[in-house]
């Protein structure tokens, strides 16, 4: 049953482990069975927090594969098992840099099926007792109740440090639980979080108080068990909080300026004035005027010389405009790559940092004010802005071709490396009309990459693209991201959930898009030109479908919360079979004439579709 043993590896037959378990579990004799976990269970509350042998650690991998051990996880709070509790107590307890350290290597070598099994497991336990809240129990099972929820997460929170060390063992959204929104109170339980982190920072700063250890979950201490929902819930609450503390400011201001000549008045909203032709350089002069509350102020935007009222569609347009006119190869602030559709930052701008400060800028008012913008950066920004560092995984999401050949140089296993490759520690780049070679290390002119080193290549080459030769230019976006965004909600995001809150996602569900689709004069959703509409919209392939969001709403990307949050609208037009579909994008706003058949009305859809450059505004 062992193999050779190691720090990165128990040394156990899993598959003779897994039929061995299998057997106990299928006994019969369910005394035996209840001797076992009773002895199991006794084993793990006596276990020290460095325990005595290998034996004892391989406990911890091998006893998951008892069947009753996920039969257990699974039961009503009534019949909550000491033995899971037991289990992840005596986790949780060992020392980090010993014991827990030779854990999590073999937590991480045992394979995707133990690690889903642990957390089916103790999301289990979570949502049992969270269900069972509001249950009248004794004092004593409730405190047992409150432990166990505790150490459940704090086990569920090593589950999720493993999983990120070790380069998602499992998806990162497989710690989610989608239900605890409606068990919890997240903007209670965000509140309360940032109440006893300002605590924690007040007696580190200034020795004022200590709160001492609250044995009470928050669950905002453990993030990564929050799904897109209540993640976009957060980041709203987080919104409603600056805004509010912004315009009290505001208020409080002009009440003083009231009494005072030498205060002046301001606005209680952040209100920009652009003219369409001039959009970037209005922008940009306005927002460099702000200080950074007023940017958390709410955003209302009017075009110079027009009437319309900013109620959402306004801004909307705004967004779509600005961002289009930032993008123009004109600036030459970006490096667009043909394989994968993405931009970077380019290296050899010579654009000012103004402009990379007023895009993180849009970001973060794009985030605060609940709008979806068509930014095509990879997930390496969003890593980035999280304090989070790229890797050659990302090099793929911008330049395939160059992250494979990369890769390749990893896998070369000749003794002939030095003379195939014939390559030294530099790297070549386009500098305007001429190529030049930029060192990767001091003087890597002169190292040359050989199998020792090719990994040191390789990190390094990435860490140039991503890091090195685009400093300025990001921290400059990253400056003006956090002038809007800069608050301690971030720290509860993963990067492709922040991705996502700015761009949204592409987790359609068009059943649900009709359902919420509203119609407009003559309309409504037994009309027989909406039905014709609908069943030559459904018909359409998934690209087809991508090119209508992107001509009706300006993007063809869904928020966070899903297609529930994207609300269509469509009214009837006079006119006949001779007019085209008309999208006022801005508002989401489709003029759909009153055809006779759903053949001319697929054909007059399409050719709008196919003649849509991107933006479609009326």
Excluded at 585 to 594: A, E, K, Q, R, W
Aim: net charge negative; charged share 25%; glycine share 4%.
């Amino acid at each position: 049953m062992h193999y050779s043993t190691s720090n990165r590896y128990p040394g156990i037959d899993l598959s003779r482990a897994k039929s061995i378990y299998s057997i106990i579990s299928g006994l019969n004799d369910d005394y035996i069975k209840d001797k076992i976990i009773e002895n199991l269970t006794e084993l793990f509350e006596k276990l020290p927090n460095s325990p005595p042998s290998i034996e004892a650690l391989r406990l911890y991998v091998t006893t998951p594969f008892l069947a009753e051990f996920e039969k257990l996880a699974s039961q009503d709070t009534a019949n909550i098992h000491s033995l899971l509790y037991a289990y992840a107590q005596s986790i949780n307890k060992l020392k980090k840099e010993a014991a827990g350290r030779i854990l999590d290597y073999w937590f991480a070598a045992t394979g995707v099926d133990f690690f889903k099994k642990l957390i089916k497991s103790y999301k289990n336990i979570v949502m049992n007792i969270l269900k069972s809240k509001d249950e009248v129990v004794s004092e004593n099972e409730l405190i047992k109740r409150q432990n166990f929820l505790k150490s459940s997460m704090i086990f569920l929170d090593k589950l999720n440090r493993i999983n990120l060390e070790f380069r998602e063992i499992v998806p990162y959204d497989s710690f989610h639980i989608p239900d605890l929104i409606e068990k919890i109170d997240v903007k209670k339980d965000y509140f309360e979080w940032l109440r006893r982190k300002t605590l924690r920072h007040s007696y580190q700063v200034f020795k004022l108080i200590d709160i001492g250890n609250d044995s009470s979950v928050l669950f905002c201490d453990f993030p990564f068990v929050f799904d897109g929902r209540a993640k976009s819930l957060l980041l709203q609450t987080d919104a409603e909080i600056q805004m509010q503390f912004a315009l009290n400011e505001a208020v409080h201001q002009n009440l003083s300026s009231i009494f005072s000549t030498t205060i002046d008045p301001v606005n209680p909203i952040l209100a920009l004035f652009v003219r369409r032709d001039h959009i970037v350089q209005d922008t940009l002069n306005q927002l460099s005027k702000q200080k950074r509350d007023d940017l958390k102020k709410p955003l209302k935007v009017m075009f110079i010389g027009e009437d319309a009222y900013d109620a959402g569609g306004v801004k909307k347009e705004f967004f779509m405009l600005l961002i289009r006119e930032i993008l123009d190869l004109k600036y030459g602030m970006f490096t667009y790559y043909d394989e994968t559709h993405t931009i970077w930052f380019n290296d050899q701008t010579l654009e000012g940092e103004e402009m990379y400060k007023l895009i993180g800028e849009l970001c973060g008012l794009a985030i605060y004010n609940s709008i979806i913008i068509d930014l095509p950066f990879p997930l390496a920004l969003y890593k980035k802005l999280l304090k989070d560092k790229p890797t050659l995984q990302d090099l793929h999401t911008i330049s395939p071709s160059v992250a494979k050949g990369l890769e390749q140089l990893l896998k070369y296993d000749g003794d002939d490396f030095e003379s195939v490759f014939d390559l030294n520690f530099e790297i070549s780049r386009q500098r305007y009309d001429q190529v030049i070679n930029v060192e990767l290390i001091p003087d890597g002119s002169k190292v040359p990459v050989t199998k020792q080193n090719v990994k040191q290549y390789v990190n390094e080459y990435v860490d140039y693209i991503f890091n090195k030769s685009v400093q300025k230019p990001f921290e400059a976006f990253s400056n003006g991201f956090h002038r809007v965004c800069g608050s301690k909600v971030l720290e509860l995001f993963h990067p492709s959930e922040l991705m996502s809150m700015v761009i949204g996602n592409q987790n359609y569900d068009f059943v649900e898009l009709e359902k919420n689709t509203e119609y407009k004069g003559d309309y409504n959703a037994e009309h027989p030109v909406i039905k014709m509409f609908w069943k030559v919209f459904h018909e359409m392939s998934l690209e087809q479908k991508k090119k209508f969001l992107l001509y009706l709403t300006g993007s063809d990307r869904i928020p966070i919360l899903g297609m529930k949050r994207v609300k269509l609208f469509i009214q009837s037009t006079k006119g006949g079979d001779s007019y085209y579909p008309v999208a006022h994008t801005c508002f989401n706003l489709l003029d759909l004439p009153m055809y006779t058949n759903e053949d001319i009305l697929r054909e007059r859809l399409m050719v709008a579709l196919e003649h849509n450059q991107g933006f479609t505004i009326v």
